[in-house]
């Protein structure tokens, strides 16, 4: 099979890494990839929203199976556009349709499903310009600390914990009156505040069955203890204690299973992956947030956790037959630690050299996220830059390889924290 990728940060070459290693892979490429994910098959210059060149890359290239990475195609439609295509209707895409793509692109869309199908979540309302007074008043009333989103797309940034009420004030101020995320803050969504501790669980699905993946936790915060300013990941680990088979039964009854239920009864068809962004509180699940794709950086731990044959798992997916599927994972565990740019999640600088990637044992991988091939060197291209996953026997182990391995990688302004996984070991 000829396989196509969409992306070019971490999550893509973790795909590709492992879609290369597939038994069904005959041609893999990447559109448009980065250095790393140039290793694995070919990169091609085609921004993954430019839908009508992808279709025609599909057609001269006799594309198979298409697998979209980010958020922006999948909520932008290129599911869609895929089907009403002629060309290239015949290829099956690995990503929902627009209409269930908003259940990461739209935060309103998201908890109106789960308040419609019973899905335990936090209390919210929702509110934009022509409401926004009501909305200062609510937020001048409520408990301490509470949560403002951004209901649309933010790059995983257009989340704010307030503490106080005048910051919550100002936030909100912020986000709808002087558009502090552009579009994706014209309508905010307020939460109450949940105590807890936050994990990754993802699923595969072909709109009937579901294949449940390795459970991740993602480290969000820039500084080392959980402080400063959210970034889009700076690390992640893989098995997460806690998730236990009980915990893990709670999951799939009161969440999972409502929510491939609720789809369905909605009539919207979903096939792809399904990220939920969920907390453990006093033992019980709640969502925090759908998204409707693998998660990065936690994809970087979970898929190097995944045995089993991506290529295949695709295929399955893309015929109905998941049911067939039994999900093998490596017992060792992962932790994967991320290097960003100087000044990141701000203003960054890109370009810089970058020394020692070439550090690939049988215990770590190095994956590439914002890096580009230019005149015979891998240079700085984003603001993560680049991140270490490492396997071991327990999460510490893990955490000391990665740690080891990223010392010996370096460019111009690099930082990355060395205590992913803190509370697990």
Same mark, same amino acid.
């Given at each position: 099979?000829?396989f ?14 492992? =879609? ?9 490429f ?10 694995c098959?070919?990169n ?11 279709? #025609? ?10 697998f979209?990475? +980010? ?26 349709? #627009?209409?269930?793509?908003?259940l990461?692109?739209?935060?309103a ?9 019973? @899905? ?25 600390? /509470?949560? =403002?989103k ?5 790059a995983?940034?257009? &989340? &704010? ?7 919550a ?10 558009q ?7 309508? /905010? ?28 936790k ?5 500084y ?14 893989? +098995? /997460?204690?806690?998730a236990?088979a009980?915990?893990m ?10 929510? @491939? ?32 794709r ?14 089993n ?12 037959? =998941?049911?067939q ?6 017992k ?22 970058? #020394?020692?990637l070439d ?25 993560? /830059? ?14 000391n ?5 990223m010392?010996? @990688? ?6 990355f ?9």
């Open positions: 099979m000829n196509l990728i969409l992306g070019a940060g971490g999550r893509e070459h973790a795909v590709a890494w492992k =879609l290369a290693q597939s038994a069904l892979c005959d041609a893999l990447i559109a448009p990839g980065n250095a790393g994910t140039a290793a098959g070919k091609i210059p085609l921004p993954a929203n430019d839908f009508d060149a992808i279709a #025609r890359f599909c057609v001269e290239e006799k594309i198979d199976l298409v979209v990475g +980010p958020e922006d195609p999948l909520v932008n439609g290129i599911a869609d556009h895929f089907l009403a295509d002629d060309a290239v209707k015949h290829i099956p895409v690995i990503g929902p349709s #627009r209409q269930a793509a908003q990461e692109g739209s935060k869309f998201a908890k109106e499903f789960m308040m419609r199908h019973s @899905i335990p979540t936090a209390a919210y309302r929702e509110f934009q310009v022509g409401n926004y007074d009501e909305g200062l008043a609510y937020l001048e009333a409520h408990s301490l600390p /509470v949560v =403002l951004a209901d649309g797309l933010a995983g940034k257009g &989340v &704010v914990i307030c503490q106080s009420h005048e910051e004030v100002g936030e909100f101020e912020q986000m709808i009156r002087q502090k995320f552009g579009d994706a803050s014209k309508k /905010v969504v307020v939460e109450e505040f949940l105590d807890g501790i936050e994990l990754s669980v993802f699923i595969l699905t072909d709109g009937s069955d579901y294949a449940l993946l390795p459970v991740a993602d480290y969000k915060k820039i080392e203890g959980d402080k400063g300013p959210n970034t889009g990941g700076m690390g992640a680990v893989s +098995p /997460v204690s806690f236990d009980a915990f039964q709670k999951v799939k009854e009161r969440i999972i299973d409502p929510t @491939i239920k609720g789809l369905k009864k909605d009539n919207i068809p979903y096939v792809g992956f399904i990220f939920f962004g969920l907390i453990n509180v006093k033992g019980d699940p709640l969502v925090i947030e759908y998204n409707c693998l998660g990065d950086p936690e994809t970087e731990v979970v898929i190097p956790r995944l045995q044959d991506l290529g295949a798992l695709f295929l399955a997916t893309a015929r109905g037959a =998941l049911a599927e039994t999900i093998k994972e490596d060792r565990a992962a932790c994967t630690v991320m290097a960003v740019s100087g000044g990141y999640p701000g203003d960054y600088k890109k370009g810089f050299a970058i #020394r020692g550090q690939d044992t049988g215990e770590s991988i190095v994956f590439h996220a914002g890096t580009l091939a230019r005149n015979g060197e891998t240079v700085t291209n984003g603001g993560r /830059v680049c991140c270490v996953t490492s396997f071991g026997d327990s999460v510490q182990q893990a955490v390889r990665s740690v080891e391995i010392g010996n @990688i370096s460019f111009e302004g690099m930082y924290r060395k205590d992913i996984g803190y509370e697990f070991r």
